[in-house]
């Protein structure tokens, strides 16, 4: 199958001031990623924060230009593609619906920008077509000439999702599009697009920190740790078997309803990894209970697991060469 999207050697480093005296310092946000993203899917993207889940999203939707790599739209260099097509056929769905839409403009006129911005229409057909995407997201006409102001949070993020949708993209990139939310309204939404997925035949790439949200959405997952993928598989197969410490350090973590369990134990420990001073060899190295001396100088080659792949020598075989 061909994919939708091809991520090559995806890079993005950002130089970074430490202050008036100090040397500039290099801020390795996204490191060499491969990535492919099929038809219908959701891939969901997956680490703590700062792990470049949301520069790597910026990159896909042509907004941030990488440093490195390529991004292949059909088969097409991302950026050889006019603007214009590039925001018909993917769209984004942010964090925060609070900041995502413009205050000074009512409801139907921010859902009907992107066509305005297309050159879609008539004034009116614009509006029509944003009513009837605002029902689409649940939202009755009545609030068509409203302000984000009178909206609460579920509600605007209902105007962002008929924001991104009024254009009849095929790839939707949902930023943490639950995190600002209450969680009574978190598991609405999420329904919402999986309703939107299978009746307009979306395909979704999905970055989160909650691994609940993923495992219920996704169809295969990427892990992120320190800019690079450092696990992918199926939903189904890296939740059950996941072979990478760190996906199996995040998994452990995961708080459970479960009665008697108590608070899961911290393993990853308190220290957060600082991509302005990445490790030598493996970059997981310092915060792995399983490392190896040979994990501070070399670095893990992806190696195929069957569903996707894994980063990480206790995989790879070099470990057992070594001993």
């Known amino acids: 199958m061909t994919p939708l999207i091809e991520v090559r050697g995806l890079s993005k ?35 703590e924060s700062g792990c470049g889940k949301s520069t790597l999203a910026r990159m896909l939707l042509g907004l941030l230009p990488p440093s490195a790599g390529t991004i292949r739209l059909s088969g097409k260099d991302i950026w050889s593609i006019p603007r214009r097509e590039i925001a018909r056929r993917m769209q984004p769905v942010f964090q925060d619906p609070y900041s995502s839409l413009n205050p000074r403009r009512r409801i139907a006129s921010i859902v009907a920008l992107p066509l305005e911005v297309q050159g879609i229409g008539t004034p009116e057909e614009r509006r029509a077509k944003a009513i009837a995407a605002l029902e689409k997201v649940g939202l009755p006409a009545r609030y068509a000439d409203n302000y984000p102001n009178q909206l609460s949070g579920g509600q605007r993020q209902r105007v962002a999702i008929a924001r991104a949708l009024i254009t009849e993209p095929e790839i939707v990139v949902c930023d943490e599009p639950t995190s600002a939310l209450d969680v009574s309204v978190q598991s609405q939404i999420l329904n919402l697009l999986m309703d939107l997925k299978e009746n307009l035949g979306l395909t979704y790439i999905f970055i989160s920190h909650n691994l609940a949200v993923v495992e219920h959405l996704a169809t295969r997952v990427a892990v992120m740790y320190l800019g690079r993928v450092v696990e992918l598989g199926t939903t189904a197969e890296l939740f059950r078997n996941p072979r ?30 600082d991509p302005l001073n990445i490790p030598s060899g493996c970059p997981f190295h310092p915060r792995c209970a399983q490392a190896m001396e040979m994990c501070r100088t070399v670095v893990p080659k992806p190696v195929n697991t069957g569903s996707g792949f894994a980063a990480c020598h206790l995989v790879d075989g070099v470990a057992d060469q070594a001993a």
């Open 13 to 47: 480093t950002f130089s970074v001031s430490r202050g008036m005296f100090a040397k500039r310092a290099t801020l390795n946000a996204v490191s060499g990623v491969d990535l492919d993203v099929y038809k219908g899917e959701v891939l969901g993207i997956v680490g």
């Open 244 to 273: 990478h410490p760190y996906t199996q350090a995040l998994l452990a973590s995961v708080l459970t309803p479960e009665p008697g369990l108590g608070i899961p134990e911290a393993i990853l420990g308190s220290a957060s990894p």
